[in-house]
């Protein structure tokens, strides 16, 4: 009888350690849980509330010296989306980094820019990284458009998918962090490439989803 309350009893405890590390995984596991949202609020806005990303640096990714460079004037009322069609998305930024010194390189040496179109561009990881940037006049839309938009490209080809979540939140906090600094007029208007130029830019499935953000605008238009 003694040999069998012993069992019961070991069986009782090892039951009750059981139960204690199963409790104590749970709590650690909330913890994680709010310390991942923390991370995530802290990341995405400062403490007087402005948007928060990195956007890196032109020095950064390795920019080449632009041939020269147009100022245009701040707050700018226009955001036109696109997609760079080729290479297909990148999903660090050491490869983020090199597609966009190939599309430097390409604008520059190919297209005869001035220096990559862009204003910005997106990766597949969510990291922005600074074309020509705010307050500089782009070569992505043709026109009158180019001095009074920022030209934002999504890393990618988005005709048959669409780019990961992480870069449409990037592109979005880009978006925003563009009126909180004043380069982006706060009743902007949103068009995707296509509506500007006679363009598939930027891809079937992404122009849809695109639609339904804020400020986005219908109509085809061939002039400010």
């Given amino acids: 009888m003694d040999v069998e309350n ?35 609020y802290f990341v995405t806005t400062t403490a007087n509330g402005e948007s928060q990303i990195a956007i890196i640096s032109r020095a950064e990714w ?16 226009y955001v036109i989306i696109h997609h760079s069609y080729e290479p297909d ?15 430097q390189n390409f604008h520059m040496d190919t297209r005869g820019w001035d220096d990559i179109g862009y204003n910005f561009l997106v990766g597949g990881n969510g990291g922005v990284f600074e074309g020509r940037g705010w307050d500089v006049k782009g070569a992505h839309a043709g026109g009158d458009w180019n001095g009074r938009s920022i030209g934002i490209c999504f890393i990618g080809n988005f005709t048959d998918k669409l780019p990961p979540e992480e870069a449409i939140t990037a592109g979005k906090m880009l978006i925003q962090l563009s009126i909180e600094r004043n ?29 339904e953000w804020k400020n986005w605008k219908p109509g085809n238009y061939t002039t400010t």
């Fill in 6 to 40: 012993e069992k019961r009893e070991t069986a009782e405890r090892h039951k009750r350690q059981v139960t204690r590390y199963v409790l104590v995984a749970a709590v650690v596991s909330v913890f994680l849980v709010m310390g991942a949202v923390l991370v995530v």
């Fill in 62 to 77: 390795g920019a080449r010296p632009p041939k020269s460079r147009a100022n245009m004037t701040s707050p700018v009322p």
């Fill in 89 to 103: 998305m990148c999903y660090n930024r050491s490869q983020c980094e090199e597609y966009v010194r190939g599309f």
């Fill in 183 to 211: 380069k982006l007029m706060a009743n902007y208007t949103l068009y995707g490439h296509r509506q500007v130029l006679p363009r598939t830019c930027p891809g079937n499935e992404f122009y849809k989803l695109i639609t």
